[in-house]
């Protein structure tokens, strides 16, 4: 039986678009199902080398998607307001539209888009080696086919959560949207404090990777990652000494409020954007 494959049409093609089309075509996606619109001859190359085996057709006029069952918006929150309007103007009244902009709410992608179903996604860094955590949210009149194509689309680079309420989005931006930057710290620290003790930098580098790695896919096979901390840490000994600085350094209180923080942001971007518009 032949698959029945929506055309995808991709607007923008920096490195989320860009992730996300390698990602697909490496699921076997048809090449003649895929779009990519950008106004930077450069930014097209760019994807043309990161997909040299693959031919789709790219395009310096967005007008190239208007034909596609999906338009996935991989702009800058700045110009998706415009985007989205000139593009509203020449799609299909059941054109599904997934915006990966942050601050941009389904109310206000609706409005610029007439009301057509619409998906909000918050995706990771992460997405661009195939690792990344995506949190999903559809309008009302999006259809279940329609979610279960975007669903396929994000799980070609990681995991994909559908969140219960559009609110949850602030908080998977807290979690898992910036927080691939939070293990950056905490890595930069750690190779930092080892070569003040003398250790030198790439050795103490490979060693901090690749027990964050380690420590990750431990992580993935056990979800009480509480008792995985407590197997590895011995009564009176290093590891214990090493956690109690932490624990006093109040290192939960400190996350609760940088995440607490970021949320918080991501509220105050959405209602920068509308005030804008």
């Not at 048809?30 to 043309?48: G, M, T, W």
Request: proline share 4%; with cysteine; glycine share 6%.
């Amino acid at each position: 039986m032949e698959l029945n494959y929506p055309s995808i049409g991709f607007i923008g093609a920096g490195n989320m678009a860009t992730a996300l089309i390698r990602g697909i075509l490496a699921t076997g996606y048809p090449e003649d199902k895929i779009v990519a619109c950008d106004p930077s001859v450069e930014q097209l190359d760019r994807l043309a080398d990161t997909i040299i085996s693959h031919k789709i057709t790219t395009s310096l006029d967005s007008s190239a998607v208007n034909h596609c069952d999906m338009v996935v918006l991989a702009v800058k929150p700045q110009i998706l307001p415009s985007v989205a309007k000139q593009l509203s103007s020449h799609i299909g009244s059941d054109t599904l539209v997934v915006s990966v902009a942050a601050g941009i709410t389904l109310e206000l992608l609706q409005s610029y888009l007439d009301g057509r179903p619409a998906v909000r996604s918050m995706p990771n860094t992460p997405a661009l080696i195939g690792e990344g955590a995506s949190g999903l949210f559809a309008s009302k009149n999006t259809s279940q086919q329609q979610k279960d194509s975007v669903t396929e689309v994000f799980k070609s680079v990681g995991i994909v959560e559908w969140l219960g309420s559009e609110t949850d989005l602030d908080l998977v931006t807290a979690v898992s949207g910036s927080g691939p930057a939070y293990f950056f710290l905490f890595m930069e620290a750690m190779v930092e404090a080892a070569v003040d003790m003398g250790l030198d930098r790439e050795t103490a580098h490979r060693l901090c990777v690749q027990t964050c790695r380690g420590a990750s896919t431990i992580a993935t096979q056990n979800p009480d990652i509480a008792e995985l901390r407590k197997r590895v840490t011995s009564p009176n000994g290093t590891t214990e000494k090493a956690i109690s600085a932490f624990e006093n350094g109040d290192l939960r209180a400190l996350v609760k409020t940088a995440m607490q923080d970021c949320a918080d942001r991501s509220v105050e971007m959405a209602q920068e954007v509308a005030n804008k518009d």
